[in-house]
């Protein structure tokens, strides 16, 4: 099978995601963002997006570890 496109820029794991924000939302990152990369400039939004979404399954599987089973 033929490979389509450009190349990965990094040859790790990782997928490619879209996701799509609301204005609001998206503008809320972007401030949080902005005043991150006053102390880190390399700090960027697919950073923010990231921790997000590790905290968020973490969250999850805290979640699952407290449910009791009647099993």
């Known amino acids: 099978m033929n490979k389509m496109g450009r190349p990965k820029k990094v040859s790790d794991e990782r997928t490619s995601c879209t996701i ?3 204005e609001q ?3 809320a990152v972007d401030e949080y963002v902005f005043f991150q990369k006053q102390e880190n400039p390399d700090y960027s939004r697919s950073d923010f997006l990231n921790e997000a979404a590790e ?3 973490a969250a999850l599987k805290g979640e699952k570890a407290n449910v009791k089973s009647d099993c």
Do not use: I, M, V
Request: proline share 0%.
């Open 25 to 27: 939302t998206r503008r």
């Open 55 to 57: 905290f968020y399954l």
């Open 20 to 22: 799509y924000l609301g």
